[in-house]
Every structure is written in C-alpha cells, then in structure tokens.
C-alpha cells in the first residue's frame, strides 16, 4: 500500500509571496490533517479534513486555509508569506475520525518551506 | 494546553531501558506516541485509549492513567534504532483526528 504523498518535497519563497502544498493521503484513508513543525513551537495542528469538510482548525491566522477534494486529496494554503512561516508542513492520513482519537495516523514526508 | 514531556534529553547505551512521560492539564481520550528521525516524518508507535484499549508495535509498552491525565512510553533493552525524538500527541473528545503534540524528547542511543 503506498504511503501519504506530499508535494514539492522542498519549497523556498521570498515574503509576500503565497504558496499551495499538496497531500495525497493512503489510498481508503479519508481524512487529512495538516501540522506544522519548527524547531521553537513543534508540531502544531493547523486543520483536520473529512469528506472534503473542515472539522477542526488549530490557532493560526487566516492566512493559512485549507481544503480537500471528493478523491481526498488535500492542499493547503498560506498566503503573504511571512519568514515566521518557515516550517516542515506535515500532513498525517487516517481513517475517519473516531470519538477520542482512536484513530492512528500516518504522515507523510513533509514539505520544507523556507521564506526568505 | 500543549502535554509536557520529560525528559527534553536522554542518552542511552545499548541494552538500557528508558521511560519517557507525558503530562497533561486537560483531561484526555487518547495518547498516540510517535518517533522521528532526523529528516524524516513521524511514525506512529502507539495509541492508549481511554478504558484501556491499546494499538501499536508488538515491542512498544506504554501505560496511560487517566485519573493523572499522564502516559508513560517503556523502551526495554534499547537499539541504535531507537534513536529519535519522541512526541506524545494527546486527543481529545468528539469524533476527531486532532492531536496536540508534546514538546518531544529526544532519545539518543549509543554503542
């Protein structure tokens, strides 16, 4: 069974600009969600996805947005970029959610976006 | 809102056992356990569920008091490949995938 694909591996763009990175979770698996990971703050959740709705979103600004399609594939967003943004963007694929987390996820390889 | 881990660090040998914790003030469903090497994504090791189910590596032990809201990780005779840095990530009630992780610790394992 092939893994979470996330797309480009590597990214670097100057501040202002945005930028869209892609998730393509395990094959069955219907619901994505999105950290992002930097040596100060770890991991931290920006969105959850299921059936192509938002059911969570973490404490970001609304520069950041997501969305997923009906194949479940995921992308998320970050506009006017800022060199805070700076991050390995991570995505984990699950199966639905379940009451308490029960869930296991798996993540994929990350993206590595640099703002400079 | 974020679980702490303890300890930040920890070096081991080989054949050591270690035990790391995670701790925290909101009360919990679920704590997943995760490695990550250097470069690399996370990989799940576990989930502890409220009521005492258990998911994960055959060789992985970990315990989880909901009564103290902590979990502990047990890493018997440890490899060179057990080498990383470990998250707990804590889940919450509600039908959800959402975790908020731990601040990590970071195992390293010597010859």
């Known amino acids: 069974k092939a893994g979470v694909t996330q797309t480009p591996r590597y990214l670097i763009k100057t501040r202002g600009q945005q930028v869209t990175l892609s998730c393509s979770p395990i094959?069955?698996?219907?619901?994505v969600s999105w950290y992002q990971q930097t040596p100060g703050q770890g991991l931290q959740f920006l969105f959850e996805y299921f059936s192509e709705t938002q059911r969570n979103k973490g404490n970001f600004p609304g520069r950041f947005s997501g969305r997923q399609f009906s194949n479940s594939r995921s992308e998320m967003n970050v506009s006017t970029l800022e060199l805070g943004d700076s991050a390995l963007y991570l995505c984990a694929s699950s199966p639905s959610p379940l009451a308490g987390g029960g869930n296991e996820q798996f993540f994929g390889p990350g993206t590595r976006l640099t703002v400079l | 809102q974020q679980p702490v881990q303890s300890p930040q660090a920890v070096i081991l040998r080989e054949g050591e056992d270690a035990v790391i914790n995670c701790s925290s003030s909101?009360?919990?469903?679920?704590v997943h356990w995760y490695r990550q090497k250097h470069g690399e994504a996370p990989v799940f090791l576990m989930i502890?569920?409220?009521?005492?189910e258990q998911k994960g590596h055959e060789k992985i032990s970990a315990s989880f008091n909901e009564k103290k809201q902590q979990s502990s990780l047990y890493l018997t005779a440890s490899q060179l490949s057990y080498s990383g840095t470990y998250f707990c990530g804590t889940g919450f009630g509600g039908a959800t995938n959402k975790l908020i992780f731990g601040t990590g610790t970071l195992l390293a394992v010597q010859p």
């Open positions: 909101k009360a919990l469903y679920s």
């Open positions: 502890l569920l409220k009521g005492g």
């Open positions: 094959s069955g698996h219907r619901s």
